[in-house]
């Protein structure tokens, strides 16, 4: 009998306990999303309410359950509590629970619970702060790498999707080096603002963990989504009209910091989460997209019978 029989049974019990772990975990992400770009440590000190600084009692810092009992407010001096907190500790325990789905019980599956956190907080402080922290990129890369080598070591049965270190090191090299060459032709030859040397580390890390599949596929899914997202931006922005600042108040961006034309007033978006979503959707599902995306473009086409289809319709 392997371990997976064995385990069927308790598969439920399991994916609960990734959810219970990635809620915590995703507490953890907030810390880092609040303080890193204030350059303060994640270790010290002890959460507490940033109006009235109070400590934060245990029972007021359960996962989601807290900050709906508090009814989204500090117990002590009554500020309200962000909603982006229960946002991500319940977005991280979804993703733990589907890592632990998809990858059961693999070497796979931890390496991956840690690296849907860490495209979380890529996501939300690119969202907040338009930064995408050092602290994962630049020891992402290593890391990533590293990993290659244990799936050289463990090959398929690891459930990791990169087990050769020459994919792994070509990913990073060509998620980096994409990225840097439309860095450099925006600024040098568009005179616009590039995208930043922040996505250059993060699309080089993917890469590093994905292997080059992974990053190209990856900026392909990202690309879609952020060209999606810019349009139905452009799109709010023309039908809104101008209207005056003060009439549209932002809570999550950081007010009278907007001297730099990098807004999404100026038609910018980071383009951080939509890396971090290509790359999950990537991690989760890239081999089935990659054998469907060839099934299609080698498919024999019957253009007769679709034909025949919509004049049968038009009939
Ligand atoms: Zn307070």
Known sequence: MVLTEITAPLQGIFMIG?????????????????????????VQPRSRCPKCLNGIAWYDNIPMVSWLVLGAKCRHCQTPISAQYPLVEGL?????????????????????????????????????????????????????????????????????????????????????????????????????????????????????????????????IASMLGSVAGLCLILYFRFRGPVDKEDQPEPDAPQGESSDEITLEGHYLPFGPWLAVGALIFMFIGPEIIDSYFAFITAPTEPIMIYEDISALMR
Do not use: H
């Open 18 to 42: 990734a959810f219970i772990l990635g809620a915590v975990v995703g507490s953890f992400c907030n810390v880092c999303i609040c303080r890193w770009p204030a350059g303060e440590s994640v």
């Open 92 to 220: 991280t325990g979804v993703l733990f629970a589907l890592v632990f789905w998809a990858f059961g019980l693999t070497p796979a599956t931890p390496v991956y619970m840690l690296f849907s956190a860490a495209m979380v907080i890529v996501t939300f402080q690119d969202l907040n702060d338009w930064t995408i922290p050092d602290e994962i990129s630049i020891p992402g890369i290593p890391a990533g790498i590293a990993l290659s080598l244990a799936g050289m070591y463990w090959q398929a049965s690891s459930g990791l999707r990169v087990t050769d270190i020459y994919d792994s090191l070509l990913g990073a090299a060509l998620g980096g080096g994409i990225l840097f060459a439309l860095d450099r032709i925006t600024v040098l030859v568009l005179k616009k603002p590039g995208m930043g040397f922040g996505d250059v580390k993060l699309l080089a890390m993917i890469g590093a963990f994905l292997g080059w599949k992974g990053a190209l596929g990856t900026l392909v």
